[in-house]
């Protein structure tokens, strides 16, 4: 059973910086892609960042040059560093994993990007 674990939601002013991280634990093959996803209130979950297992990684157009996903492959552990936050990227914030087929989902974080 693999169970994913979120830190680092918080409250932050517009052009500041927050860093999300997810822990894995259960059985995690190396063949993945480890990804975060946000939602926002009334709108859809939408992909922000994704890094599959050969170091592949996509952001979502609004979050690029912003946003970085990586990954500590040791610690079963992926990140989102977030730069120059705005208020339109406050949501929930979820990391997922995907290994074998199956997709795998952290219980969600809280990013409030307000002054």
């Known amino acids: 059973q693999v169970q994913l674990m979120e830190t680092g939601g918080g409250l932050v002013q517009p052009g500041g910086s927050l860093r999300l991280s997810c822990a894995a634990s259960g059985r995690i093959f190396s063949l993945n892609v480890m990804g975060w996803y946000r939602q926002a209130p009334g709108k859809q979950r939408e992909l922000v960042a994704k890094?599959?297992?050969?170091?592949?990684?996509d952001y979502t157009d609004s979050v690029k040059g912003r946003f970085a996903i990586s990954r500590d492959s040791a610690k079963n552990t992926w990140y989102l560093q977030m730069n120059s936050l705005k208020p339109e990227d406050t949501a929930i914030y979820y990391c997922n994993l995907v290994v074998l087929g199956s997709d795998y989902w952290g219980q969600g974080t809280q990013v409030t990007v307000s002054s």
């Open positions: 890094l599959n297992s050969g170091g592949f990684t």
